[in-house]
């Protein structure tokens, strides 16, 4: 494959980023999005020019985050968008399977960014304690609101009591939504680099591969149901694990069933309003998330898009 050499295809990424930065300052608020999405430049500018430009690239980026929010901020970016993007493109270029790509990357940003937490914020406490501080902050805030409304004390007290083991059982499962963030990010950034890509040089560098074709492996629907099962043992260490593994399965379901909905809008030939319009509300129902999870559970048996059945008689 021959390198791009325009340069208007560096400069832009490496614009965008910067005022990306710039406009989380000046509108806290975009934070969450461009937290997203802050890996997708870095990967696409990692991959067209080289493994010395993407380093420069990041290393400038981070520079500017410590000069105007910090060595934590900086510290954290490091930790969780460059690791993040290094391998991302490494797994890119080596041509692993879009599964394994998203994983590893995930997997990667998630142990570094916890590693670094506990020595930015673990201080004597440990990481659970820590953010069941954090979760019941924000619970206080909620309380003090209703006290301010006229709410009855004694309710507030079984409220409160309430909330502190809600806030424990949160906070035991750390590990997993640092993980799901991660994966969420990876997935991501990994589609939105392979679209991009594809769409200025053609499919010269990711497999050929179709989202709308992922299969779970049929074991994992025993993860599913062990985890579930742990549940009941909230706040014994085999309660803890279980809430860990129950949260990464179902986001694995929601992928699986998030294929199943992009198959049956293409076989459908739907129009691009109505994917937006889908997916739109996907990320903001839950109840139509849990149907999308559904879809990607009973995949299993009823084999919606009649894959498992192909890839038996293929293997046959």
């Not at 998630?110 to 501080?133: D, R």
């Not at 497999?207 to 909230?234: G, H, Y």
């Not at 739907?270 to 319009?277: D, K, M, Q, S």
Request: hydrophobic residues 60%; charged residues 10%.
């Amino acid at each position: 494959m021959s390198e791009p050499s325009q340069p208007g295809k560096f400069v832009l990424p490496a614009i965008l980023i910067f005022a990306a930065v710039f406009a989380v300052l000046i509108f806290p608020p975009l934070a969450a999005l461009v937290g997203i999405l802050a890996p997708a430049p870095l990967i696409f500018v990692y991959l067209q020019r080289g493994q010395v430009v993407g380093f420069i690239l990041m290393g400038l980026v981070g520079v500017v985050l410590l000069l105007l929010t910090g060595s934590g901020q900086a510290m954290l970016f490091v930790a969780e968008y460059v690791v993040m993007a290094t391998i991302l493109a490494e797994t890119i270029k080596a041509q692993l399977t879009m599964d394994k790509c998203i994983f590893l990357s995930a997997l990667g940003s998630m142990v570094l960014a916890t590693m670094l937490m506990v020595v930015l914020f673990g201080g004597e406490t440990s990481m659970v304690e820590f953010f069941q501080q954090q979760i019941m902050k924000h619970f206080d805030q909620s309380l003090q609101a209703l006290k301010s409304m006229g709410e009855n004390q004694a309710d507030l007290d079984s409220m409160q009591e309430v909330l502190k083991e809600t806030a424990r059982t949160f906070a035991s499962a750390y590990p997993a939504f640092i993980m799901v963030g991660s994966l969420v990010t990876a997935a991501v950034n990994f589609f939105l680099v392979r679209v991009l890509w594809t769409k200025l040089y053609g499919q010269t560098l990711f497999r050929q591969e179709k989202f709308s074709e992922m299969v779970l492996p049929d074991f994992l629907i025993w993860l599913l149901i062990l985890s579930s099962a742990s549940l009941f043992f909230i706040g014994s260490p085999v309660g803890t694990l279980g809430v860990n593994l129950f949260a990464l399965v179902i986001l694995v379901y929601l992928f699986q069933g998030l294929a199943v909905t992009v198959h049956i809008l293409r076989s459908k030939n739907a129009h691009v309003l109505i994917w937006v319009l889908v997916f739109f509300l996907i990320v903001i129902q839950p109840i139509l998330m849990g149907l999308v999870i559904g879809l990607g559970v009973f995949d299993i048996w009823v084999d919606f898009r009649k894959i498992r059945k192909l890839n038996t008689e293929i293997s046959e």
